[in-house]
Every structure is written in structure tokens, then in C-alpha cells.
């Protein structure tokens, strides 16, 4: 079945230390996207990219950064520059020019 | 039924009643729009979309409702059941990416 995957599902790790969450596709999709969610709060845009071995920044990009080196992946770092990186982290896919988003089923981060 | 005039964050409703679900978008350009419905610990899902070219849209138990002059979009879900609890986030694209709403949580009583 084609999908998206995001792993781990829980990740934890101890303040200050860079981390790096997966983010994979079998869609043939070419747009993907990192959102963040917390509680409480609506989704918002961290990083996306339209095509491979490109990508832009969204609304909250500080502390992050991203790669997109295959089609297929789209990882996300969280560096110990994000001030409060304890999150839900989703992934989304898109075709291009395409709003129909498939999502991820997130990756919970806590920093402690 | 149940509803809400303006967004409000929660909303509990009676199993088979009606529920509306109300958001407020603020792009004037945007011309495309989404209802998603997140259950917990899990990815938002597809439920619903119309475009601004249309002020209705219905889907099995759904219907989408769209007024551009105050910019209000509202999901109505009939005869609410215990599987519609979660999270309902709506959607509007901007600049080729898509801004979510707030999201109201639902919570079906029995």
C-alpha cells in the first residue's frame, strides 16, 4: 500500500542535543512538508519542498533544517537552536500543485 | 443539532444529533478549502474540500459550507456517532501550501 512513514513514533532526547526525524513517502508524491502541533494549537508549516534537492522555509523555520536529496524523504532536523522543541512533528506529501495533503501519523518529540 | 456561531476550541454533542463546526479563514485570495479530521495520537485525514467557486459541497454524512463575503466556513457532520470524536481542523491554501485552522475538538456523548 502506498503511504507515508514517519518514524519513531516517540522519540525522546536530552536538551541540546541535535535530533533527526524520518519522514518517507511511496507516493510518487513531489511536494512534501514538516508541520508542528502543539496543544491546543492549529498545524504550522516548518519547512516544505516542491521538487527535490529543493525546499523553503515556512512560518517557524528557526531551529530547524531539512534535506531533500531523494523524492521519496524528507527529513527533519531539530537542532539545539529550536528553544522549545517539545512537540507532535507531521509530515505531509502532496502531488504537485496539488492541495490534497497525505499525512504522516506524526512523531512525538519530548526534550527533557 | 449542535453549533457553534463563532470557533470555539471544544464541542460536545449528542450521539445522532447533528454537529456544525465553524472556522473563520483570512486569506481573501484563497480559492480552496479543506476539512481535515485528526483522531488521536494520529495524522490528520482527509474529509472534505470545496472550492470558492462553489458555497456548498456534500460528502457521505458531510457537507461543507462556504460564505466568502464574511470568510466562514463551516463542516457539518450528520447524525454524529462516537467515531466522529477527534480533532477537526479546517484549511485554506496560500501560496501553494496550505494554513490550518486552530481545530475544534469534537466529543460525542452516548
Known amino acids: 500500500d502506498g503511504g507515508i512513514t514517519q518514524s519513531p513514533k516517540y522519540l525522546f532526547r536530552k536538551e541540546g542535543q541535535n535530533v533527526t526525524l524520518s519522514c518517507e513517502q511511496n507516493l510518487n508524491h513531489d511536494a512534501m512538508y514538516w508541520y508542528r502541533q502543539d496543544p491546543g494549537q492549529g498545524l504550522r508549516l516548518i519547512y516544505y519542498s516542491q521538487i527535490v534537492n529543493d525546499f523553503q522555509k515556512g512560518d517557524i523555520a528557526e531551529g530547524y533544517s531539512v534535506s531533500r536529496e531523494k523524492k521519496e524523504s524528507f527529513p527533519l532536523t531539530v537542532t539545539s537552536a529550536q528553544k522549545n522543541p517539545t512537540a507532535f512533528y507531521l509530515c505531509a506529501s502532496s502531488r504537485q500543485g496539488s492541495y490534497g495533503y497525505t499525512f504522516g501519523s506524526g512523531t512525538r518529540l519530548t526534550v527533557v | ?110
Open chain 2, 1 to 110: 443539532g449542535e453549533s457553534v456561531g463563532l470557533h470555539l476550541p471544544t464541542l460536545s454533542v449528542q450521539e445522532g444529533d447533528n454537529s456544525i463546526i465553524n472556522c473563520a479563514y483570512s486569506n481573501s485570495a484563497s480559492d480552496y478549502f479543506i476539512w481535515y479530521k485528526q483522531e488521536s495520537g494520529k495524522g490528520p485525514q482527509f474529509i472534505i474540500d470545496i472550492r470558492s467557486n462553489m458555497d456548498k459541497r456534500q460528502g457521505q454524512r458531510v457537507t461543507v459550507l462556504l460564505n466568502k463575503t464574511v470568510k466562514h466556513l463551516s463542516l457539518q457532520i450528520a447524525a454524529t456517532q462516537p467515531g466522529d470524536s477527534a480533532v477537526y481542523f479546517c484549511a485554506e491554501n496560500n501560496d501553494y501550501k496550505l494554513s490550518f485552522g486552530a481545530g475544534t475538538t469534537v466529543t460525542v456523548r452516548a
